[in-house]
């Protein structure tokens, strides 16, 4: 189903949201820090990566969260890190064909990790204030 409000989005490249955000991608040289960002910037590993999206949450969406043993709804992990229930639907996504990469500003996907052996890595960033 086509949703107006999805764009891809390149590496590097940035996508601005309807709601005056923006989500940027840009590939990072060296190796990877070990520290943790804070969830408004991440880094994922980019090794076969290709086409990526933004859109947002839509019913029955799935989420395998960075360490999960599986995969549970997306509005689940929303509550659960005490997003209201009413905002839920206006959280991005990033997505890598039908795989949810990262729930914006909240968490990445187990599979996108960075590891020891990640020889590529991205750096995904939610810029900017919604609009009412």
């Given at each position: 189903?086509?949703?107006?409000?999805?764009?891809?989005?390149?590496?590097?490249?940035?996508?601005?949201?309807?709601?005056?955000?923006?989500?940027?991608?840009?590939?990072i040289?060296?190796?990877?820090?070990?520290?943790?960002?804070?969830?408004?910037?991440?880094?994922?590993?980019?090794?076969?990566?290709?086409?990526?999206?933004?859109?947002?949450?839509r019913?029955?969406?799935?989420?395998?969260?960075?360490?999960?043993?599986?995969?549970?709804?997306?509005?689940?992990?929303?509550?659960?890190?005490?997003?209201?229930?009413?905002?839920?639907?206006?959280?991005?996504?990033?997505?890598?064909?039908?795989?949810?990469?990262?729930?914006?500003?909240?968490?990445?996907?187990?599979?996108?990790?960075?590891?020891?052996?990640?020889?590529?890595?991205?750096?995904?960033?939610?810029g900017?204030?919604?609009g009412?």
């Open positions: 189903v086509f949703d107006e409000r999805e764009r891809a989005i390149a590496i590097p490249g940035s996508v601005q949201l309807d709601d005056g955000r923006s989500i940027h991608a840009e590939p040289a060296g190796t990877a820090t070990g520290t943790s960002a804070p969830p408004i910037s991440v880094e994922i590993d980019a090794d076969g990566l290709t086409d990526l999206r933004v859109r947002f949450v019913p029955g969406d799935r989420f395998r969260a960075l360490g999960a043993p599986g995969h549970k709804p997306v509005r689940r992990c929303l509550g659960e890190k005490g997003i209201p229930r009413e905002e839920r639907g206006n959280v991005p996504l990033v997505l890598q064909g039908d795989e949810i990469v990262w729930i914006a500003g909240v968490e990445i996907a187990d599979s996108v990790r960075v590891r020891p052996t990640t020889t590529r890595r991205v750096r995904l960033s939610l900017g204030v919604r009412s």
